[in-house]
Nanobody, 116 residues
Framework: QVHLVESGGGLVQPGGSLRLSCAASGKIYSLYVMGWYRQAPGKERELVAD???????NYETSVKDRFTISGDRANNTVYLQMNNLKPEDTAVYYC??????????WGQGTQVTVSS
């Protein structure tokens, strides 16, 4: 089983920044994609950004110029630097990891609230 532990969420004012971290542990064969999803109240979970094992990144359009995803493959860790946060970024953010053998795994989620 793969365990994902997220950290870094919280309350921030509009225009502020937060950095999310997610560390994977457990029975890992090889994580070929890690990423972040979010789910706001009453909405479906959506991809925010992901990064492949070779460093290719993919972003949701509304965050493309504000968020940066990065990874530390040696430590099975992924980060999401979020700048210029907006109230519409408020959501529970979930870490996701795809293992070549055991498939997709999810973290418990961390709340991000953007409010003045």
């Amino acid at each position: 089983q793969v365990h994902l532990v997220e950290s870094g969420g919280g309350l921030v004012q509009p225009g502020g920044s937060l950095r999310l971290s997610c560390a994977a542990s457990g029975k890992i064969y090889s994580l070929y994609v890690m990423g972040w999803y979010r789910q706001a109240p009453g909405k479906e979970r959506e991809l925010v950004a992901d990064i492949s094992s070779v460093g290719h990144t993919n972003y949701e359009t509304s965050v493309k110029d504000r968020f940066t995803i990065s990874g530390d493959r040696a430590n099975n860790t992924v980060y999401l630097q979020m700048n210029n946060l907006k109230p519409e970024d408020t959501a529970v953010y979930y870490c996701s990891a795809n293992d070549v053998v055991s498939g997709r795994h999810w973290g418990q989620g961390t709340q991000v609230t953007v409010s003045s």
